[in-house]
């Protein structure tokens, strides 16, 4: 069971430009969610995360919008770069008993032309 | 500060072997979770382990298994290895067991089973 969904698939974006990438979940017990950039070749890599007892965090360029009532969740990059060309994957996780277990959506391919 | 690291980086292997996957944590760091990257399924949380113990496992058949040393190091086993089991096998140290916790990810273990 997907339980958290993730769109578009694949993004193309021009330099400058900014690029939207939006997550649902299901699990109301969700109370964790970071998004995480992976480069070819590379593991994932932590970006920033979000609780939802807050509605936008931002950090430099990127920042998260957090609807807790839609159960949705997304992603902006203000003035794209071509060095984020890259893929991004949202996740989620629970408190408690779950550990360090993440729940991770499909991915997008972002690519930001020059 | 030294990253988390994986070995073998790639390996070929036939149905029916067997593969053992090594990581190495960050120093300091507890617990070791593993991930299976695919094409088609993305992400998917396989285990984790804290201080030796196996705190929560995914959905994969018991053909997957892992283990964790004192010195915080894991591997995990694929038996009985089938087509679908090529992936990029990814491992993540943190240095809690919770939620909420940064995972920091090596460049992963790609595997092709031919």
């Known amino acids: 069971q997907q339980q958290v969904k993730q769109s578009p698939q694949s993004l193309i974006v021009q330099k400058g430009g900014i690029s939207i990438i939006n997550c649902a979940y299901e699990?109301?017990?969700?109370?964790?969610f970071p998004w995480y950039q992976q480069f070819p070749g590379k593991g994932p890599a932590l970006l920033i995360a979000i609780r939802p007892d807050v509605s936008e965090k931002k950090e430099g360029r990127f920042t998260i919008s957090f609807n807790k009532s839609a159960k949705q969740f997304s992603l902006h990059i203000m003035d794209s770069q071509p060095g984020d060309s890259a893929t991004y994957f949202c996740?989620?996780?629970?408190?408690?008993?779950?550990?360090?277990?993440?729940?991770f959506g499909e991915g997008t391919q972002l690519t930001v032309n020059p | 500060k030294a990253g988390v690291t994986q070995t073998p980086r790639y390996l070929i292997k036939t149905r029916g072997q067997q593969v053992t996957l090594s990581c190495s944590p960050i120093?300091?760091?507890?617990?070791v979770s593993w991930y299976q990257q695919t094409p088609g399924q993305g992400l998917q949380f396989l285990f984790e382990y804290f201080s030796e113990t196996q705190r929560n496992k995914g959905n994969f058949p018991g053909r997957f298994s892992g283990r964790q040393f004192s010195n915080s190091r894991s591997e995990m086993n694929v038996s009985t290895l089938e087509l679908g089991d090529s992936a990029l096998y990814l491992c993540?140290?943190?240095?809690?067991?919770?939620?909420?916790?940064?995972?920091?990810f090596g460049a992963g273990s790609r595997l092709t089973v031919l």
């Open positions: 996740a989620a996780s629970k408190p408690g008993t779950s550990g360090s277990r993440l729940t």
């Open positions: 993540a140290s943190s240095l809690l067991s919770s939620g909420a916790n940064v995972l920091t």
């Open positions: 120093s300091g760091h507890r617990s």
């Open positions: 699990n109301t017990a969700f109370d964790y």
